[in-house]
């Protein structure tokens, strides 16, 4: 079976930009949450939708958006970039909101 | 809320020895707890958890962990290491709500260097 898919893998951009980052959840599986991790720290978690609404938001502006779509995929928007949003942002899911988390294996964004 | 902290950044070891990377959490709640593994350049993958029952988890590749709720730990083992475990390891604490796992929080990691 197919695990958690990402992409991009990789990803450059210049601060200002915008990017969308998505994902593709384990079959069957109907909630994603996206964490940010940054080089040299844990993942730290920024959103969890399940059944295509939210169920969680981490410590994060309102420049990061995420929505979730009927195929239970999910995109992650991050606006107007900074540098500081350069990490390996990470995908997972989860049968539902409350079940085991299997992750995928990250989109790495760079921000010039 | 919770936080964890990984009391080692990094572990080496030596291949065939044993290893213990050390975690202990903070928490106002019940917990469960989870260790997961990040080889360089991926994602992480789930070695194991512990939402009720033994406090003695056993996982994949060989490690095992044991909760000690009065110490607040969640200590990971290995009775012996290969050159394929280096990696980063991460503890992680979720709530327990309602029976149902709330969002991870993670340490900082642990890099584990096994040398031949």
């Known amino acids: 079976d197919a695990g958690v898919t990402q992409s991009p893998t990789h990803l450059i951009k210049t601060r200002g930009q915008h990017v969308t980052l998505r994902c593709s959840p384990i079959?069957?599986?109907?909630?994603v949450s996206w964490y940010q991790q940054v080089l040299g720290q844990g993942p730290q978690f920024i959103f969890q939708?399940?059944?295509?609404?939210?169920?969680g938001r981490g410590n994060f502006p309102d420049r990061f958006s995420a929505r979730q779509f009927p195929n239970y995929s999910s995109e992650l928007n991050v606006n107007a970039l900074l540098l500081g949003d350069s990490a390996l942002y990470l995908c997972?899911?989860?049968?539902?909101?409350?079940?085991?988390?299997?992750f995928g294996p990250g989109t790495r964004l760079t921000v010039l | 809320a919770q936080s964890v902290t990984q009391l080692d950044s990094q572990v080496p070891v030596f291949e065939e020895a044993p290893v213990e990377l050390r975690c202990n959490y903070s928490?106002?709640?019940?917990?469960?707890l989870f260790w997961y593994v990040q080889y360089p350049n991926q994602g992480l993958q789930l070695l194991l958890k512990?939402?009720?029952?033994?406090?003695l988890v056993k996982g994949i590749n060989g490690f095992e962990a044991e909760f000690n709720k009065s110490q607040t730990s969640f200590h990971l083992r290995k009775p012996s290491v290969h050159i394929s475990d280096t990696a980063e390891y991460f503890c992680?604490?979720?709530?327990?709500?309602?029976?149902?796992?709330?969002?991870?929080?993670f340490g900082k990691g642990t890099k584990l260097s096994v040398k031949p």
């Open positions: 928490s106002s709640v019940s917990v469960y």
């Open positions: 079959s069957g599986h109907k909630s």
């Open positions: 512990y939402l009720s029952g033994s406090t």
């Open positions: 992680a604490v979720s709530d327990r709500l309602g029976g149902s796992q709330g969002n991870l929080i």
């Open positions: 997972a899911s989860s049968l539902a909101a409350g079940d085991t988390q299997y």
């Open positions: 939708y399940y059944e295509k609404e939210e169920r």
